[in-house]
């Protein structure tokens, strides 16, 4: 997958320089403002935005607060670029929420190794809460915003978690999103589509409830809201990289 990345400048050579140095690795949106960018975070999956502070309108730092504060882009990482080489505005981007503080002029190889670095480790946190039985969904979060959200879809999906039908619909109202804007952020926060989590959750279940060993697989693949139990081991599989039985055999006995 191409990650996508917002960059917001009003200088157009800016947004030039920095869509030659990146433009080959990552997909790219330009935004000469706030007011475009929030135009484009309400319609794409972004994973990292990159804005300088100094903008008329709305400018940097307050761009970065009303990103932090929203639990529709919360989860995305900010990178701030600013000519003021201050003390109190570094502590100023920090304030806001921002995760990284370039000043200008800058090397493009210390922006490239500051995007790579965010992006690898939140690419990181995500494969391991995939692969791993046991990991809690709030391994993802970067932000007590993020936190509470993931923890209120978990324990919705795991109050639900017989009923097959549960689907993106069920889970965006819940939640009081739009089921656009529910995909995108789950989209963007995990890798996963809503029915991928869903199902991750629901074989979560099944793991402990395989180490408990008080149910057989069949009646385990019920209990987490399978009508198949060879679907269930497909999934098992696919998520963990080992089947249910294989899995049982692993785990430590006293």
Do not use: W
Request: net charge negative; aromatic share 8%; with cysteine.
């Amino acid at each position: 997958m191409t990650e996508s990345i917002l960059i917001i400048d009003d200088n157009e050579d800016i947004l030039e320089f920095l869509s030659v140095v990146l433009g080959d690795t990552y997909k790219l949106h330009l935004a000469a403002n706030g007011e475009i960018a929030q135009a484009i975070l309400d319609k794409e999956i972004i994973h990292l935005i990159i804005s300088d502070i100094m903008m008329p309108g709305i400018d940097g730092f307050e761009l970065c607060s009303l990103i932090k504060s929203s639990i529709e882009y919360c989860h995305i990482p900010v990178i701030l670029l600013t000519s003021k080489n201050t003390y109190k505005a570094h502590v100023e981007g920090l304030e806001v929420g921002a995760d990284a503080y370039i000043q200008k002029p800058f090397s493009s190889e210390l922006l490239q190794v500051q995007i790579s670095n965010l992006l690898r480790n939140r690419r990181k946190i995500k494969e391991h809460f995939s692969s791993s039985p046991f990991e809690d969904v709030r391994v993802m979060a970067h932000s007590k915003t993020d936190e509470a959200f993931l923890k209120e879809l978990d324990e919705y999906i795991r109050k639900n978690i017989k009923r097959p039908d549960i689907d993106i619909d069920m889970l965006a109202e819940h939640l009081y999103m739009s089921r656009t804007t529910f995909y995108r952020k789950i989209k963007s926060l995990s890798s996963l589509s809503p029915k991928e989590l869903i199902d991750i959750t629901r074989l979560k279940k099944a793991a402990h409830l395989i180490a408990e060993n008080e149910l057989s697989l069949l009646e385990i693949s019920r209990q987490v809201g399978y009508s198949s139990q060879s679907l269930f081991s497909r999934n098992f599989q696919k998520y963990f990289k080992m089947s249910p039985m294989e899995y049982f055999n692993s785990l430590p006995r006293e």
